[in-house]
């Protein structure tokens, strides 16, 4: 079946550091997403992308659709406390009717 | 974004009863809606896709009977935890996918969640 692997599963950084997590699969996807999950709350998405090399920021986060549609990365750029939390990449491929793949999540923590 | 509420947001119930959970999308209507369940540390699991005016379509190990589906409007999906007990506590999350310009219908819109805890 389809597998997400999302690295890493856990960050440990200083605040005010750049980070990066990404995703990969071995089936090739059309969508990428992804989402942070604050505890006790649901996902909130944070950038979508569409097309094979698309690279899209939202305020300090950039992600890009791998080239190959196979990776997704997501970078946060000079953290701050409130962007502790769990972040989750998902995929979907080609058909509208499947379901959409979650990784494992990466878990941000910012030392103080 | 697209706004979906879920009520209650918490729960807590004795074994052996039922207890159901409402998903609304609020700003647009959804003829297909998603339930997750989430363990502590854990990753969301897609229990089943909640379809409006039919069936539901659940994920393989996935008892339908247990957790019963109804998606009687374009707006409302609820999800019956029936004869509930303690292994059943979890967070189920609901989400919606709108259609939008362009025919994208790939983004999920997840709901707050409800925290079940089974006594």
């Known amino acids: 079946g389809q597998q997400l692997n999302q690295s890493p599963q856990s960050m440990f950084i200083q605040e005010g550091e750049d980070v990066s997590m990404n995703c990969t699969s071995s089936?090739?996807?059309?969508?990428w997403l992804w989402y942070k999950q604050d505890p006790g709350e649901g996902p909130v998405l944070l950038i979508a992308?569409?097309?094979?090399?698309e690279l899209t920021s939202n305020g300090r986060l950039t992600a890009q659709f791998g080239i190959t549609r196979k990776d997704s990365f997501l970078n946060i750029s000079a953290s701050i406390p409130s962007d502790v939390g769990i972040y989750f990449c998902a995929g979907q491929t080609m058909n509208r009717d499947d379901k959409i793949i979650f990784g494992k999540g990466t878990r941000l923590h910012i030392l103080p | 974004g697209a706004v979906v509420s879920q009520h209650p947001s918490w729960v807590i119930c004795k074994s052996g009863t039922s207890v159901k959970i409402e998903c609304r999308s609020l700003?647009?209507?959804?003829?297909?809606m998603f339930w997750y369940r989430q363990f502590p540390k854990q990753s969301l699991m897609l229990m089943a896709t909640?379809?409006?005016?039919?069936?539901?379509?659940?994920e393989q190990g996935v008892e339908k009977d247990k957790f019963l589906i109804n998606h009687a409007s374009l707006t409302l999906s609820t999800l019956t935890v029936t004869s509930a007990h303690p292994e059943d506590s979890s967070f189920y999350i609901c989400s919606v996918t709108p259609v939008q310009r362009g025919g994208n219908t790939d983004t999920q819109y997840f709901g707050p969640g409800t925290r079940l805890t089974v006594l």
């Open positions: 992308l569409y097309k094979a090399g």
């Open positions: 089936s090739i996807f059309n969508t």
């Open positions: 700003d647009f209507q959804a003829t297909t």
């Open positions: 909640s379809n409006e005016g039919s069936k539901a379509t659940y």
